[in-house]
């Protein structure tokens, strides 16, 4: 088994959260006045944070004062009601078991803000994960696709690089495991369509959680299918 730690993201990934991002933006977006976004908009929105969820939601040109007021009505509206329709994606709490089992670490990095990811982990995968970040930009820690918390996962855990690998369904995922030098493996349940992330230039993609699976514990890091 060549991975010993599995990093992975956790919208599109291990959550699906497009439902509850949907009603929290639309919200947002309705509580200033301000049109109103299809469930597509907001899935190809997802992916660097919310403050760029919001700026892309709100019409364009819009002053960043305006983007701000928006950005704080979603994080008021989405901690209340991040668990509305949110749910793991079939198969995928299975997975973290398994693999926990089989003694591989495991950790969430997320560009989600951090007051929602913490609590949604610890909802869904109680205990399950040895290192879970999520945006604090404030904090001056750097969102993906930097690779800062990908490093600080390792560093916790005591993974190399060459024992570490990414699992996420983004091109901002493909990216991030490019800038902190490990694999990644893209999944095609998430936000983004499988052409997009070959054209991104995913070269393992996992289309069920045993493939994954099969991926992550082969001797050579496998080819998922």
Not at 76 to 102: E, I, S
Not at 105 to 120: E, I, M, R, T
Not at 207 to 223: F, I, Q, Y
Request: proline content about 4%; glycine content about 8%.
């Amino acid at each position: 088994m060549r991975y010993t730690t599995v990093i992975f993201d956790l919208d599109g990934t291990l959550l699906n959260t497009l439902g509850d991002l949907h009603a929290s933006t639309n919200y947002a977006l309705a509580a200033h006045g301000l049109p109103l976004r299809s469930v597509d908009d907001v899935r190809a929105f997802v992916g660097n944070g919310i403050r760029n969820l919001i700026r892309l939601a709100v019409p364009t040109g819009s002053s960043d004062e305006l983007i701000e007021t928006v950005h704080a009505t979603f994080d008021a509206h989405y901690a209340a009601h991040n668990l509305d329709r949110t749910a793991p994606y079939p198969g995928v709490v299975r997975l973290v078991q398994t693999l926990r089992d089989k003694g591989l670490h495991c950790c969430v990095v997320s560009n989600k803000g951090d007051y929602a990811v913490q609590p949604l982990v610890q909802h869904f995968f109680p205990h399950m994960f040895d290192v879970v970040c999520g945006e604090r930009e404030k904090d001056g820690i750097r969102r993906k696709p930097w690779p800062d918390t990908v490093l600080e996962c390792m560093r916790v855990v005591g993974a190399t690089k060459g024992q570490s690998v990414y699992v996420g369904d983004s091109e901002v995922d493909l990216l991030t495991a490019a800038n902190a030098g490990i694999d990644c493996i893209a999944v095609s349940w998430g936000f983004r369509e499988e052409r997009l992330l070959r054209e991104r230039g995913a070269q393992v993609i996992a289309h069920t959680t045993d493939a994954l699976e099969r991926s992550l514990l082969a001797d050579n890091g496998g080819v998922a299918d």
